[in-house]
């Protein structure tokens, strides 16, 4: 890996961040605060939030095997992918590397930070291949974007491909495991030690059930996390937010039963999927969503939204003509969406 200092935009390494009330003095034992302009009445959402999220990071880091230095938090794991281009690429001079299809947000948010986006298709399988990704770089690719288990395919990516792209490539990789609770296979978070280059992306939205507080969760080395937390607005996680974060926390069984459930839920609803006349294919999947090739992707979503339901229609994306992306859901959405899919008639009746 180049040093930080060549990979970090050069007004961001020199920056010297705001510094607020909370962080000159951060600790809890003082009995009378006037130092932030607050308003002494209304406790507890009077008082400003911990800018560093400390009591959070605390749980997050056992529950996740990482330390709280390696841990940047941020308004949904969008945030965190906003700011890797605000701290690592220089508008209109540098460019990143994506595998295609994937989230859309890593183009979205290069396109506004006006920033070259390079995708590379994976192959028919939905798989990486770590020379094409850093074959398609030059001198000026700062981060190459990774997401596994990916969307919208569902599929981890290839371990081996994914080592050898965080070996070779000189810059930043980040590995968006947002699905990375229905996997089985060792998440990326345990081997930040081992790749000072890695950035990994979680997020409260998905296994953890908590996609309406707008919580991701970034893991780097200290050295990043110091960099991403120089940027960041200074009260970016609210107080509501940081506490519902910590019930939810505290309930760590739960999510467990839940992805459990959901996992069940996935064999029983692909397998079922699988046998509609209708489906094509069932793509494997390590999330909590499976892509499938149907007949005809758009008259099949039509009909669905009429009937009520709801799923992605993914026929526009590369690679995915014809495709819907379905989201487990509970049983009984699970079985309104097979009733409704049984009934599919491609052909209407003629009118005569
Ligand atoms: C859903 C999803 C996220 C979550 O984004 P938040 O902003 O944390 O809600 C991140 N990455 C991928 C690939 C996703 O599918």
Request: proline letters at 6%; charged letters at 25%.
């Amino acid at each position: 890996m180049k040093p930080l200092n060549e990979l970090t935009r050069p007004n961001i390494w020199a920056l010297k961040p705001y510094s607020s009330a909370r962080d000159e003095y951060s600790g809890k034992e003082a009995s009378v605060f006037l130092d932030a302009n607050e308003n002494p009445y209304n406790t507890p959402n009077n008082r400003y939030p911990d800018p560093l999220q400390r009591e959070l990071k605390a749980l997050i880091a056992p529950a996740k095997g990482v330390r709280t230095g390696q841990i940047f938090l941020g308004n949904g794991s969008d945030e965190a992918i906003d700011l890797v281009y605000r701290c690592f690429t220089c508008p209109g001079k540098d460019n990143v590397v994506a595998i295609d299809p994937t989230y859309g947000m890593y183009q979205v948010c290069a396109d506004i930070n006006d920033v070259e986006y390079r995708p590379v298709r994976l192959d028919e399988r939905f798989q990486l291949s770590a020379e094409r990704l850093l074959a398609a770089g030059d001198e000026r690719t700062k981060v190459i974007w990774i997401c596994s288990p990916n969307n919208p395919t569902g599929n981890l990516m290839d371990r081996q491909e994914v080592l050898q792209v965080l070996r070779e490539f000189q810059g930043i990789v980040v590995i968006d495991e947002a699905y990375s609770d229905f996997s089985s296979e060792r998440p990326f978070r345990l081997e930040l030690d081992e790749h000072p280059n890695l950035i990994v992306l979680n997020t409260f939205s998905k296994a953890w059930g908590c996609a309406a507080i707008r919580l991701g969760m970034a893991f780097a080395s200290e050295a990043i996390i110091g960099i991403l937390n120089k940027v960041k607005y200074p009260y970016n996680v609210n107080r509501l937010t940081q506490e519902a974060a910590i019930g939810q926390l505290e309930q760590q069984h739960e999510v467990r039963q839940w992805v459990t459930t959901l996992l069940e839920e996935r064999e029983r609803l692909a397998g079922e999927f699988a046998r509609l006349p209708l489906c094509r294919t069932v793509f494997p999947t390590d999330a909590n969503f499976f892509l499938a090739r149907v007949t005809d992707a758009t008259a099949i979503y039509r009909y669905l939204v009429d009937a009520g339901i709801i799923v992605r229609n993914r026929t526009n994306v590369t690679l995915c003509q014809d495709c819907l992306r379905v989201t487990i859901g509970t049983r009984p959405e699970n079985d309104a969406l097979l009733e409704a899919l049984r009934k599919w008639n491609p052909e209407p009746p003629l009118n005569n």
